[in-house]
């Protein structure tokens, strides 16, 4: 998964962060980094494109790129850069698909401005799309108040990592991945499964209104949970050391409340990785955990549709 790292960049610091970041992953022996850019700026409507200001854009992404990559160089990494056309997400993809990119790291914010990096943009296409496992990490961090800040350029630990399982074969698809992340970092793995609650069917009679109370159903200990088990005996074979738990409630909730109280450094997922209007994972559980936690995210896309 770290053989080939497609990391994208568009110019701002608030971009480069990541490169700080996750500075353990581009200093592996072997891994290469490849560090992409579009060249592709939006142009006022005053503005008329010409091949000259293509090529002046071109030329100023490649300098750009070759600038960070010099600074990687000098500490270690080994580094390509690549300029691409077209819209960002569109430019991550092909380039991914055309070097054979591993895992593709970005920022979640880049820059301000109409061409910033907003979830439910670039970082939503790419997720929905990419063949690849996907780290996103915050470019900002939320204060006491609820206040977001650049966030602040250091190396992330990822001590911790929650795993999200529910038996489905995208949930299974990040076990291994999460495994590789865990054995990196010498992580401590959370495995977790969330049971929906349900509402059991009741006639609805003449003159009642429909409704009626959510009720939960038996839930098995962790210990005897087969769903949680597999995953937690599949770390400890390779040495990690793993918690694990099984709850009912809202999935999304649960993630959510449990990477910003337990001091979670990472949240590995698995999404269906359909097109179209089709849903990720269980419903929208992934996609409301990647629009609002803070914390940084691996989602891993199953190769089942």
Request: aromatic residues 2%; charged residues 20%; neutral net charge.
């Amino acid at each position: 998964m770290f053989e080939r790292i497609l990391v994208p960049l568009d110019g701002s610091s608030r971009a480069e962060v990541i490169l700080t970041q996750v500075a353990r992953l581009l200093r592996l022996k072997d891994s290469e980094i490849i560090l992409c850019q579009s060249s592709h700026v939006p142009l006022d409507f005053h503005t008329t494109r010409t091949a000259a200001i293509d090529a002046r854009m071109q030329a100023d992404a490649t300098s750009y790129l070759d600038g960070v990559a010099r600074r990687l160089s000098d500490q270690g990494a080994r580094v390509r850069v690549r300029v691409g056309n077209g819209s960002p997400a569109e430019m991550i993809l092909d380039i991914a698909a055309n070097e054979g990119a591993t895992m593709i790291a970005m920022s979640t914010h880049g820059r301000s401005g109409v061409a910033r990096w907003i979830m439910g943009s670039v970082a939503e296409k790419v997720v929905r799309a990419s063949t690849v496992p996907v780290l996103l990490v915050r470019s900002f961090r939320r204060s006491p108040q609820g206040d977001l800040h650049p966030a602040v350029a250091q190396e992330l630990a990822f001590q911790r990592i929650l795993v999200p399982v529910d038996g489905s074969p995208a949930s299974t698809a990040a076990v291994e991945p999460a495994l590789k992340f865990g054995k990196l970092a010498g992580a401590e793995m959370r495995v977790l499964h969330v049971r929906p609650m349900v509402i059991p069917p009741s006639p609805i009679l003449p003159g009642m209104v429909a409704g009626a109370p959510i009720v939960p159903l038996p839930t098995l200990p962790p210990e005897e949970n087969p769903v949680v088990t597999a995953v937690a005996d599949r770390f400890r074979a390779s040495g990690l050391k793993v918690l694990h738990d099984s709850v009912e409630g809202d999935p999304a909730a649960e993630i959510l409340d449990r990477s910003a109280t337990q001091g979670v450094d990472l949240i590995v997922m698995g999404t269906h990785g359909r097109s179209g209007v089709s849903r990720w994972l269980t419903g929208s559980v992934a996609e409301r955990v990647l629009r609002e936690s803070t914390v940084p995210l691996l989602l891993v896309r199953s190769p089942t549709p």
